[in-house]
């Protein structure tokens, strides 16, 4: 998104080594989310701002691993795809749909690209190694 991250990565490192060693949670997740700072306006950004989280995980029990998720398709790319970003506006709408469908998330694709799920990740896996 073209802003300026005020910290190194070896400090950023070390910020986030002691919210885990603060927080003591065995098994987290960390987000970083880079803001366009406060604007005056609202929209013109000043300095940004940057903010780490740390959130509990629930890791799924063995049952749910072994059995898999239902999951449903829509035909949508993000704009700037490149760009992890955290809108969620598509995945938020769809969310009706996923639980009128019984399943766990929405599986992103355009013209025959897979691209993502608005809330998990994905690994696609052959016999011999990683796709």
């Given at each position: 998104m073209r802003l300026k991250v005020s910290q190194s990565r070896e400090e950023l490192k070390k910020i986030i080594h002691e919210l885990i060693t603060k927080?003591?949670?065995?098994n987290s997740g960390i987000k970083l989310i880079l803001?366009?700072?406060?604007s005056p306006d609202g929209y013109?950004?000043?300095t940004p701002n940057l903010l780490i989280t740390?959130?509990?995980l629930t890791m799924p029990s063995l049952e749910y691993l072994e059995k898999g998720i239902k999951i449903i398709t829509h035909e949508y790319v993000r704009d700037l795809p490149h760009v992890k970003s955290i809108n969620y506006i598509v995945g938020v709408w769809l969310q009706r749909v996923v639980k009128e469908q019984q399943a766990a998330d929405?599986?992103?694709y355009l013209n025959g690209q897979v691209s993502e799920f608005p809330v998990a990740i994905f690994l696609l896996l052959k016999k011999?190694?990683?796709l």
């Open positions: 927080n003591g949670l065995e803001t366009g700072g406060y013109n950004i000043t740390q959130h509990a929405v599986l992103y011999m190694g990683l």
